[in-house]
Nanobody, 122 residues
Framework: QVQLVESGGELVQAGGSLRLSCAASGRSFSIYNMGWIRQAPGKEREFVAAISATGTTTSYADSVKGRFTISRDNAKNTVYLQMNSLKPEDTAVYYC???????????????WGQGTQVTVAS
């Protein structure tokens, strides 16, 4: 069992930066591939970024490539999402997610956090 708690979401101006954090409980964090998925009002969940259990492999949605960076600290049971050059279209609830086999996707994951709201004002 893995419990995920996101933090760091807030209101920010376009062009600004935010860092989201996701703290995981349990001693098995280091065996899970981790990801961030977002959902904007009236839209389906969208994959944002993922990182492998060891941190050696990352994957990004085209819409955030070059602006967002996913990382993890297995000693702290935490995964991060550094978001730079934020745009109004990045406004969404951001969910942290864990998946044992394969990188997380927009829907096929084992565990989910409760989400944190990111609002980018124009």
């Amino acid at each position: 069992q893995v419990q995920l708690v996101e933090s760091g979401g807030e209101l920010v101006q376009a062009g600004g930066s935010l860092r989201l954090s996701c703290a995981a409980s349990g001693r098995s964090f280091s065996i899970y591939n981790m990801g961030w998925i977002r959902q904007a009002p009236g839209k389906e969940r969208e994959f944002v970024a993922a990182i492998s259990a060891t941190g050696t492999t990352t994957s990004y949605a085209d819409s955030v490539k070059g602006r967002f960076t996913i990382s993890r600290d297995n000693a702290k049971n935490t995964v991060y999402l550094q978001m730079n050059s934020l745009k109004p279209e990045d406004t969404a609830v951001y969910y942290c997610s864990a998946r044992r086999f394969g990188l997380p996707t927009a829907s096929r994951n084992d565990y989910w956090g409760q989400g944190t709201q990111v609002t980018v004002a124009s």
